[in-house]
């Protein structure tokens, strides 16, 4: 099936401990996109990526990174500058040739324990 | 800049009521409008999406949004609510590759 995969689902991260977050997509979009959401809040964007090679920071970049090698591939670390963690994260796509929709994964839940 | 204003953090309607959350949008020109839904712990789904052409637009799970220019508004509607349908409700304005989401309307079915 066509769509986002997330991985791990849930993540519990030590203080001081970079994660990493996976999110791959089969649905060929060249757009990527990931997302904080916080208990009761509405979606933020930590950075996003056009095309393979590039991306740009959102409106929360601090203390996150990401890379994008791969069309389907655009993987989010968390490192050890992000203050507060703690967060439900989401990874989304789109294209043009979707109409210009975007998708978003099933998410990932990060605890810092 | 663009923004995306959901008036309404939380509404409650009873089970078979009908239902609509309101959505207003600021840009310049003719956006792409979109409403997703969000259960708790999942990500978000698309319900409908209103691009052009007939302002009355069809979704999924009975869903239908009204596009209206003059008002710049796009409100979810739901002639009857079932107790499935609670949970987090959340507009968009898309441009391009960029989107522009509202805070979220939390519904609550009651019996």
């Known amino acids: 099936d066509g769509g986002i995969t997330q991985s791990p689902k849930y993540l519990f991260r030590k203080e001081g401990q970079n994660v990493t977050l996976s999110c791959e997509q089969n649905l060929n979009h060249d757009a990527m996109y990931w997302y904080r959401q916080d208990p009761g809040q509405g979606l933020r964007l930590i950075y996003y990526?056009?095309?393979?090679?590039?991306?740009q920071k959102g409106d929360i970049a601090e203390g996150y990174s990401v890379s994008r090698e791969k069309k389907e591939s655009f993987p989010l670390t968390v490192t050890s500058a992000q203050k507060n963690p703690t967060a439900f994260y989401l990874c989304a796509s789109s294209d043009q040739f979707s109409g210009n929709t975007i998708y978003f994964g099933e998410g990932s839940w990060l605890t810092v324990v | 800049a663009q923004s995306v204003t959901q008036p309404d953090i939380h509404i409650t309607v009873s089970e078979g009521a009908s239902l609509e959350l309101r959505c207003n949008y600021s840009?310049?020109?003719?956006?792409?409008l979109f409403w997703y839904v969000q259960s708790p712990g999942q990500g978000l789904q698309l319900l409908l999406k209103y691009f052009s052409g007939d302002t009355l637009v069809q979704g999924i799970k009975g869903f239908e949004a009204e596009f209206k220019r003059s008002q710049s508004s796009f409100n979810l509607r739901k002639p009857s609510v079932h107790w499935s349908d609670a949970a987090e409700y959340f507009c968009a304005v898309g441009t391009g590759n960029q989107f522009y989401f509202g805070t979220g309307t939390s519904l609550t079915v009651i019996p």
């Open positions: 840009y310049g020109a003719t956006p792409y």
């Open positions: 990526s056009q095309i393979v090679n590039d991306f």
